[in-house]
């Protein structure tokens, strides 16, 4: 196999029914650079890199490997010409080993112990590049941060020498993206090629040499990322500027319409989650929960959205007791949740969009007449979200998996305010949305908070937590470090808190 010294899509073209994804797309890479690719939602990145994996077939164009045509039938072409691709979504064996993921498309490995030629191997990656994984755990056992960089070694091991990463950090945490950064840069000294996407600007500023930019599946702009800065960037992409800066007007906080007391929460390996956890959220306030991802915050929504059993303690919703009541029954009592995993727990994606705007509420009218479903009011609500969500879909009668990333999670969201909830429990809402969604999800937020509902938000951006907290509370080994009126405690703080080293607590109240 020849190394890629440089990589050149010219004229990509690619429709699917309804939409044109990629429409005379160009681009090129060489050797040892990094290339960022942004846009919003549904502009075609996925697309386009499926074409270079060889998943998609394009319907017009080329793709020249050091000067000479390819062509890529499947991702078996494209891994024998060396382009490895980690997906958004991971496709390992969780109950399989690392080490038996590896081996799986790795087509030299020798027939007698296989596992030894593998350990060695990967010394030589940790070595080189700083991929640090263990060979003998299961998948399963591992963090976000770890699979993905079982993902990158599956890659090499298959020789890959251009990586192409699809929003890699959206399931990390800041610290392991630092460490993904790391090894991407010595990758690229190393020779190897480099595509990868974010929505996150100043990743693409801080690790790419070069951007290109689309929308609505053109390239609409390239710039060498020591000459932009991120306003330039964000007007690039959607065509407008961006205000990075939201307003958030001074309410007064009504009666409480979350109060947890005491509450303990078990995880899936039967160890406590959440202990002993104490709040209360008010009508027109949002509380935020920081923390970095794992320590409980998943568990203490599922106890509160009904998804998974307390130990002990009580859950009251409005004044009612709904401590281990069944998920819809706390729907109906007007919460409405935002999962963090949206594609397992959000939608259903073999169905269509329209059935996927009435999920939990398909057993209520307006929807639910008599014995049938009363079609006409579904499609009429479905077309409402995607119009005021701006929710990118040809029609409401497609199945939902063929939307892009960010576009389903706009779907859910869509939904989920549509039902006018009293609290709305979101886990990371702007997960994967393109700056322009994410400023229009976060005023929505604020919006619906003036209009007097209560927010639960858990996230990890601590830029999002300070734009729409009225409180913030720092999760750590499942109980609050603090909880803090927004104005009385800064960036830094909160950093320490997220990692165990202070406790403060409110001032005043
Ligand atoms: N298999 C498919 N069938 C039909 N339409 C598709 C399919 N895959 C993608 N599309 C459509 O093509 C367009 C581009 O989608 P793509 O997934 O490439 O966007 P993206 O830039 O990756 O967006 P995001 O940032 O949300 O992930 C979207 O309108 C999407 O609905
Ligand atoms: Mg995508």
């Known amino acids: 196999m020849k190394k890629i010294l440089s990589l050149k899509m010219e004229g990509i073209t690619k429709a699917f029914p309804g939409v044109i994804a990629n429409r005379g797309i160009c681009l090129s890479i060489h050797s040892g650079e990094i290339l960022g690719l942004l846009g919003e939602n549904g502009a075609g990145k996925t697309t386009l890199m499926n074409i270079l994996y060889g998943l998609y ?172 800065d991120k306003v330039a960037l964000a007007r690039m992409m959607v065509g407008r500027d961006i205000v990075f800066d939201l307003t958030r007007k001074k309410l007064t906080p009504g009666d409480p319409v979350l109060e947890v007391d005491n509450l303990t929460v078990r995880g899936d390996r039967g160890e406590v989650a959440v202990r002993e956890l104490s709040f209360s959220v008010c009508r027109r306030e949002i509380l935020g929960v920081a923390g970095i991802s794992g320590n409980g915050q998943r568990e203490l929504v599922e106890a509160i959205t009904g998804l998974r059993p307390a130990d002990s303690g009580t859950v009251r919703v409005a004044g ?35 059935e996927n705007c009435i999920l939990k509420r398909h057993h209520r009218p307006p929807f639910f007449r008599g014995l049938f479903l009363d079609y006409d009011a579904v499609k009429e609500h479905s077309s409402r979200i995607l119009k005021s969500f701006k929710v990118a879909a040809p029609s409401t009668s497609v199945p939902v998996k063929n939307l892009s990333g960010g576009n389903i999670q706009k779907l859910i969201l869509g939904r989920e305010l549509a039902g006018e909830p009293c609290l709305l429990v979101a886990a990371h809402p702007t997960y994967g949305l393109d700056v322009g969604a994410t400023e229009y999800i976060r005023t929505q937020l604020l919006e619906h908070r003036e209009r007097g509902i209560s927010v639960l938000l858990i996230s990890e951006d601590l830029e999002e937590i300070f734009q729409l907290s009225d409180r913030i509370a720092v999760m750590f080994k499942g109980e609050f470090m603090g909880v803090i009126p927004a104005g009385e405690v800064n960036m830094e703080d909160i950093g320490l808190m997220m990692a165990g080293s202070k406790r403060l607590e409110a001032r005043g109240k």
């Open 57 to 228: 077939r394009p319907d017009e164009g080329t793709i020249l490997i050091n000067g000479e045509p390819v062509v890529l039938n499947s991702p078996r072409d494209s891994i024998r010409m060396g382009i490895g691709m980690v997906h958004q979504h991971f496709m390992l064996i969780q109950n399989h080993t690392v080490a038996e993921n590896i081996t799986l498309g790795y087509k030299d490995a020798p027939f007698f112990f296989p596992l030894r030629e593998v350990e060695k191997k990967l010394k030589g990656f940790s070595e080189l590049y700083g991929l640090e994984v263990s060979a003998r755990k299961a998948v399963w056992q591992l963090s976000a941060g770890e699979q993905q960089r079982v993902e990158i070694i599956k890659a090499l091991f298959r020789g890959a020498h251009l990586l192409i990463l699809d929003e890699p950090t959206s399931v990390l945490t800041p610290p392991e993206t630092a460490d993904l950064f790391e090894i991407l840069k010595r990758m690229a000294k190393e020779g190897h090629s480099i595509i990868f996407i974010s929505h996150k600007l100043e990743e693409i500023l801080t690790l790419c040499n070069r951007v290109v930019v689309l929308r609505k599946g053109e390239v609409v702009g390239e710039a060498d990322t020591r000459e932009v």
């Open 320 to 354: 009612r007791d709904v401590t281990n009541s069944s998920a819809r029954l706390i729907s109906d009592y007007g919460v409405s949740h935002v999962p963090e995993e949206r594609i397992k727990f959000g939608v259903v994606p073999n169905i269509m969009v329209y």
